[in-house]
């Protein structure tokens, strides 16, 4: 998804002008904002296909999580912590053992979710997305998946390896809500 930096009109008593601190940032985070290095970063650029896309992965995981009593919670855009920033997932998965410790009532979760989807929109850098994906694992996250509309692609990263699935076959979670799948054409046609 493009990301288009605000910078803010005001300085605020902690930050410089053009930045806030995460601090004010989680206290009242503006919907479709992400922070990033200290600046709020909006998230627009959302095509079609991405939002089709989003839709479709969140109601798979959601009806596989309830058909195989898994339990959890599946949310989009919903902000979360990571170690560097506060990042809003396209699709995210929170298992019922983290909804228990952490409670269903939170506006930031603490901490990366344990499955999270990124769906690319034609102006992401690859970069971004690989380095966003990192940046997921390396504050709890055990799972991440990019997914690539235009080229009918999705790779899946875990802290072990980095899988990638064509149009022609069926992608499936490595280490959470094990056992889904579906044919990677279903989900980005």
């Not at 995460?22 to 959302?46: A, N, Q, S």
């Not at 912590?81 to 997932?89: G, V």
């Not at 055990?142 to 875990?158: D, G, K, R, S």
Request: hydrophobic letters at 40%; aromatic letters at 8%; one cysteine or more.
């Amino acid at each position: 998804m493009l990301e288009t930096q605000i910078l803010l009109e005001t300085p605020t008593e902690s930050t410089e002008k053009g930045s806030i601190s995460l601090e004010e940032f989680l206290i009242h985070p503006p919907e479709r904002m992400e922070w990033v290095d200290g600046k709020l970063v909006e998230k627009t650029g959302m095509t079609s296909k991405h939002g089709a896309a989003q839709a479709k992965l969140a109601r798979y995981w959601g009806n596989y999580m309830i058909s195989n009593g898994e339990g959890g919670e599946v949310y989009t855009e919903t902000l979360c912590r990571t170690r560097k920033q506060a990042r809003r997932p396209d699709v995210a998965y929170i298992t019922p053992e983290v909804l228990q410790q952490l409670g269903s009532n939170f506006t930031v979760l603490p901490q990366s979710f344990p499955l999270i989807a990124e769906i690319a929109s034609p102006d992401d850098s690859a970069e971004e997305l690989f380095a966003k994906a990192k940046e997921y694992l390396e504050s709890g996250c055990l799972e991440v998946w990019l997914l690539f509309p235009e080229a009918q692609l999705i790779m899946i990263h875990t802290e072990q390896r980095w899988l990638l699935f064509n149009a022609d076959e069926s992608v499936s979670t490595q280490t959470i809500l094990q056992g889904f799948n579906v044919a990677v054409i279903e989900l980005l046609a």
